[in-house]
């Protein structure tokens, strides 16, 4: 069954650091998603991406935040100069919206960033 | 509120008892999901119900939705230990963001 891989399950970095989490979406689908749980709350939606570019995001999504599909397969989160409060869950998901009604998107297992 | 809010905020049950919880929203939608997440977990997807339809069901699952009064409930029938988890509800809007409540804690107890 396909599924949506994230690496690395878990990320220690120091305040200031910038880090890269990677995602591998499901191969036929068209959108995809960063979301973020911080610990003990409610998913966030950050950004989602079609057509290599993006095309909505949050609030939450600053300019400490970009995105990228670099080679057709990888889809990376990119956080600048991390802060204590960037620590949280962040989850990938893809979806296919071949016919605009089945938004059913498929969820990483997660990275698990700490920063420190 | 938020959209997307789900109550009970915790439930504890016997095994074996059936579950169900709620989900409220405030606007309208094109469908709804549940998603089950584990203690420190990914995401799981349960079911996802269209704004035309009013119930599915998948195993011992069952969704309803009444978009008159803009509520869903899952129901969990027969509920086993593995059941326990966070259960969310996510909507989504025009441009298709998945909006998510903050949760019902599932206790099933053995």
């Known amino acids: 069954e396909p599924e949506v891989t994230q690496t690395p399950s878990h990320q220690v970095t120091q305040m200031g650091q910038e880090v890269i989490l990677r995602c591998v979406p499901i191969?036929?689908?068209?959108?995809f998603y960063w979301y973020r749980q911080i610990l003990g709350q409610k998913v966030e939606f950050l950004v989602s991406?079609?057509?290599?570019?993006?095309?909505?995001k949050s609030e939450i999504f600053d300019d400490q935040f970009s995105v990228e599909r670099p080679d057709g397969s990888n889809f990376t989160l990119k956080i600048r100069s991390t802060k204590l409060e960037d620590s949280a869950m962040y989850f990938c998901a893809s979806s296919d919206l071949g016919n605009g009604m089945n938004t059913e998107a498929f969820f990483g297992q997660g990275t698990r960033l700490t920063v420190v | 509120s938020q959209q997307g809010e789900e109550d009970p905020q915790a439930l504890s049950i016997q095994e074996g008892e059936n579950a169900t919880m709620n989900c409220s929203y405030k606007t309208s939608i094109n469908n709804l999901q549940w998603y089950r997440q584990n203690s420190g977990r990914g995401l799981v997807h349960l079911i996802l119900?269209?704004?035309n339809e009013r119930e599915k069901h998948s195993g011992r699952l069952r969704v309803t939705l009444d978009t008159s009064k803009k509520s869903s409930s899952l129901l969990i029938t027969a509920s086993r230990a593995a059941d326990t988890a966070s259960y969310f509800c996510a909507t989504d809007d025009s441009n298709y963001q998945l909006i998510w409540g903050a949760g019902t804690k599932l206790i099933i107890k053995p």
């Open positions: 191969s036929n689908h068209l959108y």
């Open positions: 991406f079609y057509n290599n570019e993006i095309s909505e």
């Open positions: 119900i269209r704004s």
